[in-house]
């Protein structure tokens, strides 16, 4: 299991999912904090390739040895791309939530709802004011 970790340069949502910026498209992962709290991931359900999500909606399930837990979108748009690789190694949402187990990419249909993101630190605060 990865060590704990928030790296700058991502957004963070208040339910424990980040998103990295590549032009107008978005990756999606869950941050280390909520892949430590569900314990080994054991299956991950994504959506469909072009399907549409909005900015605080869910759009996907990961299940783990402890619950199955909802995936909130941090951002809106259209799925472009799916990890296919966790189909067969959902683990790598544990080893590496940032890498190689990010669950989706998305073509952002609202840029400016990046503003209500958050850095780093002001993950950081949340987590420790909770």
Do not use: C
């Not at 790296?7 to 910026?21: C, K, V």
């Not at 549409?52 to 837990?69: P, Q």
């Amino acid at each position: 299991m990865a060590d704990e970790s928030y790296p700058e340069g991502l957004l963070y949502h208040a339910e424990h999912d980040w998103a990295r910026i590549e032009g107008d498209e978005a990756v999606f992962g869950i941050t280390w904090f909520a892949q430590d709290a569900l314990g080994e991931v054991v299956f991950f359900d994504p959506p469909e390739v072009g399907a549409t999500v909005a900015k605080d909606g869910t759009y996907a399930e990961v299940e783990s040895v402890k619950a199955v837990s909802d995936v909130f979108s941090p951002l809106s748009g259209e799925i472009v791309a799916v990890n296919e690789a966790l189909a067969d190694s959902p683990e790598k949402i544990n080893d590496d939530p940032y890498g190689d187990g990010w669950l989706v990419k998305v073509r952002l249909s609202e840029a400016s709802e990046t503003e209500a993101l958050m850095d780093a630190a002001a993950y950081k605060e949340l987590l420790a004011s909770s």
